[in-house]
C-alpha cells in the first residue's frame, strides 16, 4: 500500500493527521476562550463534552490521529536519517536556508508531547477518565481533599494553575508548540502538492500568523488562569458558587430518590409481619446507613469548602437529617456543625 511503502504515502499520513490536529487546536483555544470570558458557560461546555458517545468517538479519532502523527514522524525521521549515513552532517551544514524547526520537528514533537502528558494528567484524567470508568467524583488534594465532578472544569483549573510550576511548564510547551505548528502548517500543505513559490510564501505567511495568534491566546490564557487560581476566583465567585451548590443539591436528590427505592425494596411484603419488618429494618440500617452517612458527610464538606454562599435545597437537608438519624441509630458521632447547617 502506498500510504506505508512509499515516503510519499507516509508523509501524506503527517499531512492529513496534522492537519486534523491543527483543528483541534484551534478549537481548544476557543474553549478555553469561554472559561476565560464566561466561566460558568465552560463548565456547561466541559458537562456536554463529557463522557457521550460523541465525545468518545472524538477522543478515540484524536487519540489515533496522535499516535499515527507520532509513528509516522519516527519512521520518516529514521528514513531520512538512514538515507543520508555518514553524509548527514555534511548536508545539514550545506543547507542554511532550512528552518531550524525544519531541522528540530521530532525534538519539538516530543516536547509537546510531554507537555501533552501533562495536561493530560491534570484535566482529561481528572475529568472526561472519571466518567468512562463511572467515577462520580474527583477527590482534589489543593481543595482540601473534597471532590469535584468530572464536569466542574473551573475547578480542574483552580488546581491546576495554583501550582507555581504548571505556568513554567506551558510557557515551554507553547514555545515547542508555535515552532512545531509553524513549519507543520505549510509544510503540510506542501506535502499535497501546493509547493509553487506563490502560495508556499503565502501559505508561510497564514501559518505564521495563524500560529501566533493561537499560540499567544494559550500563553494568554494560561498566564490569567494562574493569577485567578492564585486569588482563588474559582471558589470565591458567586455566579460558580452557584453552579457547585446546584451540583451538591442534585447529588442529595439523587442520594433521596435512592433512599427511597432502597428502603421500599427492604420492607417489600412485609407490611403484616411486624417482627420480619423490624428485622429487615434493622438490617437494612446496619448495611445501608454507613455508606449513606459517609456520602452524606462528604456532600456537607464539598458544598461547605466549595459554595459557602449557596443555599441547599429541601432534598439537602432531608439528607443531613437521614443522616443524623442514621448516626443515632447507629451510635455514631452527629456530623459536626457546618456552615450549610447555617444557611439552612
Known amino acids: 500500500m502506498w500510504l506505508t511503502s ?16 491543527v483543528l483541534f487546536v484551534t478549537f481548544h483555544v476557543l474553549m478555553n476562550a469561554v472559561a476565560l470570558i464566561w466561566p460558568a458557560a465552560y463548565n456547561q461546555v466541559c458537562e456536554f463534552l463529557g463522557a ?5 468517538v472524538a477522543s478515540a479519532g484524536l487519540a489515533l490521529l496522535f499516535i499515527l502523527h507520532i509513528l509516522y514522524a519516527v519512521w520518516l525521521t529514521l528514513q531520512n536519517y538512514k538515507a543520508r549515513g555518514k553524509d548527514r552532517y555534511a548536508i545539514a551544514g550545506r543547507t542554511p536556508n532550512v528552518e531550524w524547526s525544519s531541522k528540530n520537528m521530532l525534538v519539538l514533537g516530543v516536547v509537546v508531547i510531554a507537555f501533552l502528558v501533562v495536561h493530560l494528567v491534570q484535566f482529561w484524567s481528572k475529568m472526561q477518565w472519571q466518567e468512562l470508568i463511572h467515577a462520580d467524583l474527583t477527590v482534589l488534594p489543593q481543595l482540601e481533599g473534597v471532590p469535584a465532578a468530572p464536569a466542574m472544569g473551573t475547578l480542574f483549573l483552580q488546581m491546576a494553575f495554583s501550582c507555581w510550576w504548571t505556568l513554567a511548564i506551558y510557557v515551554i510547551g507553547f514555545i515547542a508548540l508555535w515552532f512545531h505548528l509553524n513549519h507543520g502548517f505549510w509544510s503540510m500543505f506542501q506535502t499535497i502538492g501546493w509547493n509553487n513559490n506563490v502560495w508556499i510564501e503565502r501559505l508561510k505567511k497564514i501559518g505564521f500568523w495563524w500560529t501566533t495568534i493561537v499560540v499567544g491566546l494559550f500563553l494568554a490564557q494560561a498566564i490569567v488562569f ?7 476566583y474559582y471558589l470565591d465567585n458567586e455566579k460558580l458558587q ?7 443539591n442534585q447529588q442529595a436528590e439523587e ?14 411484603g412485609l407490611e403484616n409481619d411486624p417482627t420480619a419488618a423490624q428485622k429487615a429494618q434493622q438490617d437494612f ?5 454507613p455508606s449513606f452517612i459517609e456520602k452524606a458527610q462528604l456532600v456537607s464538606d464539598s458544598f461547605e469548602k466549595q459554595c459557602p454562599a449557596g443555599v441547599p435545597s429541601d432534598a439537602f437537608r432531608q439528607m443531613m437529617m437521614l443522616a443524623g438519624q ?3 441509630m447507629l451510635g455514631t458521632p452527629a456530623i459536626e456543625e457546618d456552615n450549610t447547617q447555617n444557611n439552612q
Open 285 to 289: 440500617v446496619q448495611s445501608y446507613g
Open 52 to 56: 457521550n458517545w460523541y465525545a468518545l
Open 242 to 248: 452557584e453552579q457547585y451548590a446546584e451540583y451538591w
Open 255 to 268: 442520594m433521596m430518590n435512592d433512599f427511597q427505592v432502597s428502603v421500599q425494596s427492604a420492607m417489600k
Open 226 to 232: 494562574t493569577v485567578q487560581a492564585r486569588n482563588n
Open 6 to 21: 512509499s515516503s510519499i504515502g507516509r508523509k501524506f499520513i503527517m499531512a492529513l493527521t496534522g492537519c486534523c490536529l
Open 326 to 328: 442514621f448516626r443515632q
